[in-house]
């Protein structure tokens, strides 16, 4: 019988859907285990086999765990909404909404091919009405609380307006926007837009006035990962810098909580740095700048104020307030140019592009609040309006950035050291040293800042403060294919949509552009108000919207009554297993985080954290191909020939080469120019090129998981998947090794077939040697996978075959924990053959092999023989017996007494359990 795996694979995926084998509901009898797979934004040119990596280690795990007797939930669904496919239906005038379909059509049939063990009746997308009311119920929920400093987390807007009615807000401790004290009577005595403004300092979810990367040409607010070099990646349309009115999510009063919940995960050291970084959490001083003839201050965070004494000039953000009342009217000119110039970057290239110096002199001059000196106030994009202040004292002799922007502009590079009065003389212009004052004298750097904030303190010049460098999402986008906001205005101010009238649909518009008065395209919608005519937000959410909670409604995909029934969270918790890419680092884990964390403040959620152990997958890089064209000719010439000729390298498609070796007649059609193409060839063949590069369309080398999975099966897909290296390195897609893979998995097969080609196994006990081979790959393989080591796992089967087919065995005892084994790799071929053995209904349900160690314990040593100290044989010998014992053994094998040739050996040389050596 052949391994017909065309055939096979076809069966056990029908077989998987019309039995739903792996659809799974809450069993308090079983112990839970929750693998997700980070949730995938389906495009129109389908999966190429980089996407299906980081899904088949996951398919491995989940049915891992589920032999091991865990009631597994693996879901799949489909992040919508987003930018990409509205720029398709601004472009061919289609909805949105249809090539999102045809678009997750493709993506399906895709990961059906491959096998994967997902409850497909958990699926779900996020454009459905169904699942983003539950998005809208979440930010409704934000619009109705704020976070208290005195019980550290979210808390509703009705205890905080009861606390005004009684108190006012004076001993309220909130993480909330700039508010006046007022008392309860002035709170009482406010209109209600007056209250709800205030009321607006305070939500979760709030409007301000921020700073964006606005889009013209796109019409919307873009993320900082959706620019790049002051253009929108999609189109390269110019980015600009612009204030505008947008929702907010007060992401920053969770940065503390989000920093200390990093130390409870099972992440890797190197994703938890760049979360620390990217909350970045700093003790220092808030500290007052005066200005020079001028009553006003500036205000600055440092977490450096032992160093203060260098500071040489200052620096604000092109977007501070302070920039139009420190400007001197001299200046309005070059500092407005200045700000034309700037207003393209995004924040992100702002804070990584450290070489990028730039700036302009304001006029104007501040006094170090220490030393009494003048120093000159400047504006530049290094310094960003919403971190800190958005003002900065630059100390250039102990900052990397500040010394840049001093070298370039010609400005005193001060260095701080300790001891000695301070005065504008102190300053030693030969030595560039600066002494410090006598309050600093003889500390390290550690106790001078500690000493230094209490001296600013002591001075009243400010106070001691942490900060955070994680700042508040911006959650508007002028865009058409989001989330619709659940809020109305009523007098200017927002209002939630009541609960039960939840999902407020996307409505209908006839283009997906701005309105002439630029409006983002909701503007378009007809009747787009309440019933008592109070219109609807315009803008939509951004797209982790919908990402932000998706792997809690996987838990409870069809309740209509909430986003997830306690009964089902209690279950399912947390995810016990994420896997994903590490370019979601800053962006989704960050959000998710957050929302979690919030869900539990309010009493929604279980776990405080959503992730429990996150695992980044590699990226699959391309194996590019190439030609050589010899120059003015159509003539190509073989890669060992190519030194011979002058020619210009032209990339191929990959899927025309098999092994380097170019098909000839599927080059001369793949375009027309080489279509009358003419070949040097080496050896009858034509050599290809190669190199590794990131799989693009434009460098010829995507490969489509279709095309692998027609020509050698699934099963081969998964396992050269995880054959490749490592899973948590890069490594590249080089079809020359597939070919191994897939004759493993025939020669696998093999040991099932009696001598007649029948699948029969035999039922005779196996022996100790095949138990030994048997449950050493149990030992490796549950380790590898536990470790998500796949790669060994793949080697470890290959040699296990190798040496069950030396072994000849085809004993049941051996084949059928065997074939359990290799399930969660290989689930189509051991689905077969299992169902040859007699076994129903699915191997899935199977119990994971036990390792029994005695096994392994050896019995026996194989010396390696030598004459005259060249190997010529093994003699297997029992384990513990004595030398002399050893020794007649040896003097008695046959072998010995045909390479002695009648002599007796002058010496007998034995090591015990390592070798013997007989000298002639």
Same mark, same amino acid.
């Given at each position: ?44 040119? #389908? ?188 189109? /390269? ?104 110039? *700037? ?13 990028? *110096? ?57 260095? *701080? ?15 560039? +040293? ?25 001075? &009243? ?160 890089? #391309? ?101 490749? /290296? ?16 897939? +004759? ?5 097969? +093999? ?5 007649? #080609? ?139 007494? &045909? ?8 010496? *007998? ?12």
């Amino acid at each position: 019988m052949d391994y017909n795996f065309v055939e096979i694979e076809k069966k056990w995926q029908r077989f998987w859907s019309e039995h739903k084998t792996f659809h799974v509901e809450v069993d308090s009898s079983r112990p839970k285990f929750y693998v997700l797979d980070m949730f995938p934004y389906p495009s129109g040119a #389908g999966l190429h086999v980089g996407h299906p990596l980081g899904y088949i280690a996951s398919d491995i795990y989940s049915r891992y765990k589920r032999l091991c007797g865990y009631n597994v939930l693996h879901p799949m669904g489909y992040d919508a909404f987003g930018l990409p496919a509205e720029q398709y239906a601004i472009q061919t005038g289609q909805h949105p909404a249809l090539t999102t379909d045809i678009n997750i059509r493709r993506y399906r049939e895709q990961l059906d091919k491959i096998g994967f063990s997902y409850d497909w009746d958990r699926e779900f997308r996020t454009c459905e009405p169904d699942y983003y009311k539950w998005t809208q119920w979440a930010f409704i929920q934000m619009f109705e609380h704020w976070y208290s400093q005195s019980t550290q987390k979210a808390e509703p807007i009705s205890a905080l307006v009861a606390e005004f009615e009684r108190n006012g807000n004076a001993a309220v401790n909130a993480v909330c926007s700039d508010v006046a004290t007022f008392s309860s009577t002035e709170w009482k005595s406010m209109t209600e837009k007056q209250q709800q403004e205030i009321l607006l300092a305070y939500r979760l979810a709030y409007l301000a006035d921020i700073m964006v990367n606005w889009c013209p040409l796109l019409g919307t607010v873009l993320a900082n990962d959706e620019v790049k070099e002051g253009v929108s990646v999609r189109g /390269g349309h110019p980015v600009e810098q612009r204030k505008m009115r947008q929702w907010c999510l007060r992401i920053s009063a969770y940065a503390p909580r989000l920093l200390d919940g990093l130390d409870t995960l099972d992440w890797s050291d190197s994703l938890k740095e760049i979360q620390r970084y990217w909350i970045g959490r700093s003790e220092g001083a808030e500290v007052n700048f005066a200005l020079k003839n001028s009553e006003e201050k500036i205000e600055v965070f440092t977490t450096r104020p032992d160093t203060m004494f260098g500071v040489t000039f200052m620096v604000v953000a092109p977007e501070s307030e302070l920039l139009p009342s420190l400007t001197h009217p001299d200046y309005q000119a070059p500092v407005e140019a200045y700000l034309e110039v *700037v207003k393209n970057r995004s924040e992100r290239e702002r804070m990584t592009e450290v070489k990028k *110096v730039s700036g302009q002199f304001l006029g104007t001059y501040a006094i170090n609040p220490f030393s009494g000196v003048e120093v000159p106030i400047y504006v530049s994009d290094y310094v960003l309006a919403g971190y800190g202040t958005g003002a900065i004292m630059a100390v250039p002799a102990h900052d990397s950035r500040d010394y840049a922007f001093a070298k370039h502009f010609n400005l005193p590079i001060i260095e *701080v050291v300790s001891g000695g009065d301070i005065s504008q003389e102190s300053y030693d212009a030969k030595s560039g +040293k600066l002494v410090n004052s006598d309050f600093l004298n003889g500390l390290d750097v550690k106790d001078a800042v500690k000493r230094a904030i209490a001296e600013v303190e002591n001075r &009243k010049l400010g106070n001691r403060k942490v900060n955070f460098r994680l700042r508040d999402a911006t959650f508007s986008r002028q865009r058409y294919w989001g989330e619709p906001f659940p809020i109305y205005y009523k007098d200017e101010m927002p209002y939630p949509v009541a609960l039960d009238k939840l999902p407020l649909m996307l409505p209908e518009v006839d283009a997906y552009l701005p309105t002439e008065k630029g409006e983002p395209p909701l503007g378009h919608a007809k009747n787009w108000h309440t019933e008592e005519g109070y219109p609807y937000e315009m803008s939509t959410m951004p797209g982790f919207a919908g990402s932000s909670a998706y792997y809690l409604r996987y838990m409870d995909p069809r309740n209509s009554k909430g986003l997830v029934s306690k009964q089902a969270n209690e279950y399912w918790q947390d995810v016990d297993l994420y896997i994903g890419g590490t370019e979601h680092a800053t962006g989704h884990l960050v959000y998710s985080r957050f929302w979690n964390k919030f869900l539990f403040d309010i009493g929604e959620v279980s776990k405080d954290e959503p992730f429990r152990k996150l695992v980044n997958q590699g990226m699959i890089q #391309g194996r590019s191909n190439f030609v050589y064209r010899v120059k003015d000719t159509n003539t190509f010439v073989s890669l060992g020939l190519k030194n011979q000729y002058d020619t210009t390298e032209i990339h191929v498609d990959v899927n025309i080469v098999n092994n380097d070796q170019l098909d000839l007649a599927k080059f001369r059609a793949w375009r027309p120019e080489f279509a009358t193409a003419e070949f040097i060839l080496e050896d009858g063949k034509y050599v290809c090129g190669w190199a590794v590069e990131k799989m693009s369309k434009s460098m010829y080398n995507v490969v489509n998981p279709d095309d692998v999975v027609e020509r050698y099966g699934a099963d081969t897909l998964r396992m050269y998947e995880m054959f490749l /290296g490592p899973l948590e390195q890069s490594k590249p897609w080089d079809t020359n090794g597939i070919d191994g893979v897939s +004759k493993f998995l025939r020669k696998f097969w +093999k040991l099932f077939l009696s001598k007649g #080609g029948d699948i029969q196994l035999s039922n005779e006990k196996a022996t100790p040697a095949e138990l030994k081979v048997l449950h050493k790959t149990i030992k490796k393989v549950r380790e590898d996978i536990e470790n998500f080591s796949f790669n060994t796992s793949v080697s470890t089967f290959m040699i296990c075959v190798n040496e069950l087919g030396d072994l000849k065995c085809n004993k049941r005892e051996i084949l059928e924990p065997l074939t359990v084994l290799l399930s969660p790799f290989a689930p189509h071929i051991t689905e077969e053959l299992w169902a040859h053995m007699g076994k129903k209904p699915s191997i899935a349900d199977a119990s994971y092999p036990v390792f029994n160690s005695t096994y392994l314990v050896e019995s026996s040593y194989e010396y390696p023989v030598s004459i005259n100290g060249k190997m010529r044989f093994k003699k297997e010998l029992p384990l513990g017996i004595s030398v002399a014992e050893i020794e007649a053994a040896i003097l008695a094998d046959e072998n010995t007494q &045909k390479y002695l040739e009648g002599k007796q050996p002058k010496k *007998v040389i034995i090591v015990p359990n390592k070798i013997i050596n007989l000298v002639v």
